[in-house]
């Protein structure tokens, strides 16, 4: 150990045969799981296993990022998220500003630039973003010289959650390669399932999506030579045969008012994850949920808090990941 | 300021008389002359035109200027001066202002407005239903007299088919082109971009084509029932262009447009959420483009039109879904067209013909889009060679909204003179005594 290094610095932790170190790290932002290398992620992985031993402390604080600022700007609400990058960054000793805004002020376009204004005349740091819309933190990413971690965009990535979901899957699988996962439930609507799908196909697992064709996003079907590894499957019996990983997706009711669904109990009827039909996968296999759930809709409780659950530790898992992520964003150049 | 010209020495290209040689065009005090004059009549100048185009002044059926109402976005003046700096002449321009152009008083105020401050021709569309909203007829006897060339609701599509078949019927007094803006906007929800796997990626709404294509053959069949003359603007599907084509073939009176921009970008401009990618309708595949093309070569589309939206700096620069739809257009038509030439897919009498005499034949109008002796000297002067950036801060048009910026272009206006008057000239060219 060289002198003048603090002696808790989780760097020193990243065990020895980390595949890569952050001076090979490509992205000052963290927008989608798009363009990130299987190298990459095993990086994410490596550092938050340093990050987990740092939480497994009596004082569950180092000073990695004294003196940085990290601001979370969410436009949407959000407890477990927001609240997850919030410990995440304190225990790094980051300072922490929370942005909220109304859903009413994002109906103006200029709400959003001048809020990143203010962001840039404040000297963030690091911004984590939550917005409604698909591709707002891509603006915010042209704007402003921050680093900025997408917390969430519209339909389209949620990166972090993603990260924390194959962290969990590999603390429970020695190989990630060649792992059926199935996605049940509403796609078309799930930046969690859009951003898991570049993750788990980038570290090799092959993902079924298991959804009525009413809440699948089109092109998938039809012209999946740009997603390899990826299947339909409607029926969930067929679907969760052999399955090494299930995740479910939440619900939301306003699906079958727009008409996407005849009925919530017609749903549960055709795609709730029950103790029977989680049968058909194999006998390890691992459940997910993005969170917040609606127990009894898409996923029945005796699931939910079954041995198969792995839930509560993806909530766990959620803030070392976060940690991981402003550790190594500190240490990144603007491009 | 002269009104009279010999433009030496270029190809001159009139469609309009199947005209297409190396010579002399000869402009006598504002009026093309005839043919067997070698000089003006009065003082002239010299345009020297050797490896340039010269053709008739573009017309645009399809653009929107803005005013009244979002002066902020585009006046008559600057709209006027940037299609001048593309190479029109004459415009016609969309009646979804603010009021609304769906009375006389409004029709007499765009052209007092463009006599006052444009510098070329305007020709007002008034609206098909009182206030574009769909529900009652706008007093189209009135408009006609007014001196509008054409109705339409553009911007909305006319969604009930009865206003829209009583649109269809009514017009046929006034023997004026009704046009519609197709899109099923139940079936489209609010979508953000052309429906498929890249929106899918993107995480934005998608519209399918079926949302054009299902109300272009509404129209079709109104048209069919009523025997009223039906245009169709900016078509953007296959499927639209083979529903037209079958109609055409049953004798159906309708005439189509398509844009610069929908035969030559595709939905792959919006990757990265570019807000000045988006446009209604969205940008589509390469499918689309080559079945546009298609189409245009076989009289199946009849004109190109530039469905020009300007729109100021701070609308477009906000998230994807809440910017406005719309593409600056007018400075930078000719340099896109153009590649449509340079690539072999078009000739160029094909391309100046669905900029010039095609549009004037659904205008009704045999002094515009032609070089005959007499007409008034609208000419465009191009060189199809000429290799350019696009630089939005040297637009005219206070719309600087689009993905083209930065872009090379081949093919650049060279002057632009609209009834005799000089309105538009690059900086290279030479005028001579």
Redesign the interface.
Known sequence: MTTGQPKDDPALLIKPESPMTTSTWQHHHILDL?DFTSGEIELVYHTADAMKEVLSRPIRKVPTLRGKTVATMFYEPSTRTRVSFELAAKNLSADVVNISATASS??K??S??DTLDTLQSLGADMVVMR?P????P??AARYIAASIINGG?????HPTQALLDLYTIREHKKEMKGLKAVIIGDILHS?VA?SNIWGMTTMGMNVTLCCPPTLL????DT?ND??PRVSIEPNIEAALDGADVVMTLRLQKERQQSGLLPSIREYIHLYQLNEARLNKAKPDALVLHPGPMNEGIEISPGVAHGPHSVIAEQVTNGVAIRMALLYILAGSKKQ | MTKSWLIQGGRIIDPSQGIDHVGDLVVSDGKISSPGETTPKADYKVIPAEGLIVCPGFIDFHCHLRQPGFEEKETIATGTLAAARGGFTTVCCMPNTDPPLDNQAAIDYIKAEADASGVISVLPIGCISKGRKGEGLAEMGELAAAGVIAYSDDGSPVMNSRLMRQALDYSRTFGLPVIDHCEDTVLSNDGQMNEGILATRLGLRGIPAAAEESMVARDLALARLTGARLHIAHVSTEGSVELIRCAKEKGTRVTAEVTPHHLTLTEEEVTGYNTNAKVSPPLRTRRDIEALIKGLKENVIDIIATDHAPHAEIDKLCEFALAPSGISVFETALGSLMKLVHDGQLTLPTLIARLTSEPARIINSDKLGTFKAGAPADITIFDPEREWVVDTSNFASKGKNTPLAGSTLKGKVMATIFHGKLVYKDDSVKLEQ
Do not use: C, M, N
């Open positions: 798009d994002v109906t376009g200029e959003l630039i917005h819309f698909s591709g707002a891509y603006i965009d519209g339909w389209h990535a930046r859009r996003p089109v092109g998938l012209e740009r997603f």
